[in-house]
């Protein structure tokens, strides 16, 4: 995604900032939920190659509350919930719009040996 910026804060979660213009939109106005899909997951990555830890995505859930609008500032708040023998990690992705949570992910990833 061109212009999606990354940063971890002091307790270890990824906050990120992007907008989606026309070219990522299903419906007029609104992003395509696999953009979204592909984004959350994404930003899971992310957080756990920033702890060092290297994992492919096992499953993904996501819950879409509103629509995410296009050429509107989107936020993304990611991080580790649990972790599971040390290999398996459950994450948690919250997007929101104007400070209006839109969706929401979880996902679980095994960590490569």
Known sequence: ???LRFSFDD?????GEF??????QGYDGMV?????????????????????IVAYT?????????PV???QPTVLT????????GMLYTMSCEITQNRTLVAEAKAR???VK
């Open 19 to 24: 907008t989606c213009e026309d070219g990522h």
């Open 58 to 66: 096992a499953d993904l859930t996501i819950k879409y509350r509103k």
């Open 11 to 15: 307790t270890g979660r990824l906050h």
């Open 32 to 52: 395509h939920g696999g953009v979204i899909a592909a984004i959350t997951d994404a930003s899971m990555a992310q957080c756990l190659m920033g702890h060092d």
């Open 109 to 111: 990833f095994i960590k």
């Open 1 to 3: 995604m061109p212009g």
């Open 69 to 71: 609008k296009t050429h």
């Open 78 to 85: 990611t991080h580790i919930e649990t972790v599971n023998v």
